[in-house]
Every structure is written in C-alpha cells, then in structure tokens.
C-alpha cells in the first residue's frame, strides 16, 4: 500500500527566519508530486507539482521553492518566512492525471505558523 | 479566466434530505471535474470526478449533474446523513497537472 507522510508536523517560526518541509511517499513508483498552501478554513491553492527527479513546475509565485531531490521525496523550503506564509501545507501525489487515475492523495499536512 | 466560483459558503439541511453544491467556470478548457471533502482536521479526500462526455455521475447518494453549456456543475448528496458534514470542495482542471479549486462549502446535517 502506498503512504505518504509529511514532516514536521507542526512548526513555530519568526518571520524572516528559513524554512524546510518535506513529503515522502512510499509504494509507489514515479508519482506525480504537488505541494498546496491551505489557509485555515480556507481554500487550496496548488503551489508546485513535480513530474519527474529533478523537475518542479511553479504554479503561483509566494516566495517560496521546491525540490524533488529523489523519486520518493518531495521538499518545500524558503530563506526567509513572511507572515502570510502561515497556513496549512499538504503534499499530495497522483499516478496520472485527469480521468480515473488522476485522484490526488493528500499527506497528514504540516500547519506552520509564522510570528 | 481560470477561476472555479463555488456556493453557498455554507449549507445547513436536515437529515435525509438532498443537499445540493452548485459550482461554475469559465475556461472552456477545463476538462476534468472533481470534488473532494474535507473532515475537521483532515485532508481532502477526492469523492467524485466527471469529465464533460457525461452530464451526470453517480456514486452512491453522490451525484454530479455537469452542464457544459452554462459552465456549471453540482454535486447532490441524497439522503443526508450526519456523518456527510464536512468541507466540500469543487475543482476544475485542463490537462497541465493543475486543479483550480473553489472556495468550499462547509456542510451540516442536522439530526
């Protein structure tokens, strides 16, 4: 079965300070990778999805990066917070996309705070 | 314009009756058509897709009425239950890995 865990869980962070959160996802080969920002009660917003090793697609432009290191491993990051960076952050992976294949499965998310 | 606009922002209905989430685009592009919902302290979970060759899909007490000529699309949950109160979100998507999402509906179903 495949699974997909999110790390950390939860972060305090000053503004202005770095950022690093990861995603791995287990039992399945060559997934599609995306990363979304949910605001509390909120709606998605997609930020990047990654096709393969080494590319990452940019959806909206938040001061933020991503990376896809390795097959199984997704990284979102930053330099420097800003407080709007606050919110919910879900990783989430798919076979395909579109039709019957492209389901999107979400990780647990990470809620960061940004003081 | 790649915008899903979705209502109502929330929606109380009775057990047992059919709660009905309406949402609308403009992209004439958009050709996949999902919904997903959204438990209290949970991540989305997709409950239901269609794509435009279909008007309606049904899964269960789920069904999606899609009409491709006004641009919109619903989703019907019949006979409520409790258990069905949750964030529901619409999302319409072109063949580029991106789903746009509407604003969700939060959903309660009163016993």
């Known amino acids: 079965a495949q699974t997909i865990h999110q790390w950390p869980v939860a972060e305090i962070k000053a503004v202005g300070s770095p950022l690093s959160l990861g995603c791995t996802i287990k039992?399945?080969?060559?997934?599609?990778l995306y990363w979304y920002w949910q605001a509390t009660g909120g709606t998605l917003q997609q930020l990047f999805y990654?096709?393969?090793?080494?590319?990452v697609e940019s959806v909206v432009q938040l001061n933020l990066s991503a990376s896809r290191p390795k097959d199984d491993q997704f990284i979102l990051s930053t330099e420097k917070l800003l407080l709007s960076h606050s919110g919910f952050y879900l990783c989430?992976?798919?076979?395909?996309?579109?039709?019957?294949?492209?389901?999107?499965?979400f990780g647990e998310g990470s809620k960061l705070t940004v003081l | 314009q790649q915008q899903v606009r979705q209502s109502p922002q929330s929606l109380t209905v009775w057990e047992g009756e059919t709660a009905i989430l309406n949402c609308s685009y403009e992209d004439s592009t958009f050709d996949y058509f999902p919904w997903y919902h959204q438990f209290p302290g949970e991540s989305p979970a997709l409950l239901i897709a269609?794509?435009?060759v279909s008007n309606k899909k049904e899964d269960g007490r789920f069904t999606i009425f899609f009409n491709k000529r006004e641009k919109k699309f619903s989703l019907h949950i019949a006979d409520s239950q409790p258990g069905d109160s949750a964030t529901y979100f619409c999302?319409?998507?072109?063949?580029?890995?991106?789903?746009?999402w509407g604003s969700g509906t939060k959903l309660i179903i009163k016993p």
């Open positions: 989430a992976w798919s076979l395909d996309w579109g039709g019957n294949t492209g389901q999107l499965y």
């Open positions: 999302a319409a998507s072109a063949s580029n890995y991106q789903l746009i």
């Open positions: 269609i794509r435009p």
């Open positions: 990654s096709i393969t090793v080494g590319q």
């Open positions: 039992g399945k080969s060559s997934p599609n």
